[in-house]
């Protein structure tokens, strides 16, 4: 195999990956929302010899816990069985996305009014690439965070990474 067919099939297996975690991500999120709870996250990828299938949950309004992603994890595990959506074996894991949680979207941010946060930004705003603060506000292309006394506007599209403190 030369290098650009190398490429072309790694591009497919990413590809396929990606299409099956949007499969997932559609199957899922209507079925956890009749439940009460959040789809917060589908991770699908192989690490090492294995293939891991990561479903992160939350409660709606916060706090899931073990014997709730337990019983997620058998309805998931069913659902996949009858569907036969993964073609090859697979590892499954549900879970809580945990206290420090990465924050991404605007639902993210929103869910997380008044708890503090740190992010990382691809560009500097006020000479610095890192903040922490309290999310105080989120409208449709900013969070605003209260640092140290003062409100900072943050755009989403400068945030790399943004988490929960605790």
Known sequence: MNRSEGLLLFRKVVMDKESVRQELELLFQERF???GFELVDVIYRKEGAHLFLRILADRVGGGINLDECAQLSRDISQALDELDIIPSRYMLEVSSPGLNRCLATQKDFMRSLNKKAVFYLSELINGKCQWHGE???VDGESVF?????SILEIPLTKINKATLTI
């Open 135 to 137: 999310i105080s506000k």
């Open 145 to 149: 965070i209260d640092s140290g006394g």
């Open 33 to 35: 929302v009749a439940q």
